[in-house]
């Protein structure tokens, strides 16, 4: 047990000093690329305002803490979600993770965007040219999750990133890297987690689209093709650490509040709150707050969550249904739907 709570030490001071690294990133809004990754998924985790880090398990938990994967409790964990997005995108998830016992939890994720068909347009046709293109943008990730003690558990994923629009394409990895403490200093039911994500090399756009027909002025050569040079871009990491505080009022009745600090390589730094009610572990009712003090109110669009759950037992099938409404200060607001089965 010494050596885990060492180990635990390690990897959570290596966390901080790497986190200390990222300044606030407020000054630098909308620097980064591949901002899909930062699209959260699940209607549970979204109605609790993004505070999910410490109090989710399984399959719920890839997206927000990977080490809680490992604490789930089904040998088989499916996940389906759909978010309509502000500007008529949609956002769609499929996750599945598999308890492989002592060599830890294994898990496959899936998101995508659907943004529809845009109008191609030229300088000389700017009102379109009667043709249309479609952006894709996903993420495919993989997992692994493990309990280090009854208490410890950790997780990383693996992501995969694509962005293509028409002729032109970028491609990357990331990675997220989580740690959790339940029962923290012997207190049932406080939990502490820290987590770092999107972290990875730059990405740049390259393809045939990037080709234009041009006549050097200082070339003797008339008119041929160059090709445009396009700027690597930075991933939108970010560090979080928060707690999280199980109340068991009695056998049918559960408080549940969590809290983080997320601070932002890319944005201005967040603090969120969440809190959810069970009962008889059945029916669930959940909000969430976000302030973000160092912007400006326009630049921080999203302010409050909250959501509602349903889980019901048929045919030895755990069967979790939930809902998520996420306010938007310019846009409409997103409804989140999901369904995850428990095998």
Same mark, same amino acid.
């Given at each position: ?40 998924? =699940? ?31 089904? =040998? ?74 009854? *208490? ?19 491609? =990357? ?104 009610? =069970? ?40 069967? *979790? ?23």
């Amino acid at each position: 047990m010494k050596k885990i709570n060492k180990i635990f030490t390690t990897v959570l001071m290596v966390l901080l000093v790497a986190g200390s690294l990222f300044a606030d990133g407020g000054k630098r809004n909308g620097s980064a690329g591949a901002t899909e990754l930062l699209i959260p998924v =699940g209607a549970r985790g979204i109605a609790l305002g993004g505070t999910s880090i410490t109090n989710l398990y399984g399959v719920e938990a890839m997206f927000w803490n990977p080490a809680n994967v490992a604490r789930g409790q089904y =040998g088989t964990d499916i996940m389906f979600s759909h978010n309509t997005h502000f500007a008529d995108m949609g956002v769609s998830y499929a996750a599945i993770t598999l308890n492989a016992g002592g060599l830890g939890t294994f898990g496959a994720s899936f998101k995508t965007i659907n943004i529809g068909d845009i109008q191609k347009t030229t300088v000389e046709q700017p009102d379109g040219t009667g043709g249309t293109y479609k952006p894709s943008y996903s993420v495919i990730g993989v997992t692994y999750s493990k309990m280090l003690s009854d *208490r410890i558990s950790f997780g990383v994923n693996f992501n995969y990133i694509s962005e293509e629009i028409d002729l032109v394409k970028a491609q =990357g990895l990331s990675f997220d890297f989580g740690i959790c403490y339940t029962n923290l200093a012997n207190i049932e039911g406080l939990s502490f987690a820290v987590t770092m994500k999107n972290i990875g090399p730059q990405m740049k756009f390259d393809g045939s689209g990037l080709y234009i027909q041009a006549t050097a002025t200082d070339l003797t050569r008339g008119e041929t093709l160059y090709k445009i040079d396009t700027m690597p871009f930075e991933l939108p990491s970010l560090l979080e650490m928060g707690f999280g505080y199980k109340a068991t009022l009695n056998a049918q009745n559960i408080l549940t509040f969590t809290g983080i600090y997320q601070n932002n390589n890319y944005d201005g730094d967040m603090y969120r709150i969440g809190v959810e009610y =069970g009962y008889d572990d059945m029916f669930f009712v959940r909000g969430g707050y976000i302030n973000a003090p160092t912007l400006e109110s326009d630049y921080n669009i999203y302010d409050y969550a909250f959501g509602a759950g349903v889980k019901y037992n048929m045919g030895g099938i755990d069967f *979790r249904v939930d809902y998520a409404y996420r306010h938007m200060k310019v846009f409409d607001a997103s409804n989140v739907f999901t369904l995850s089965l428990g095998l």
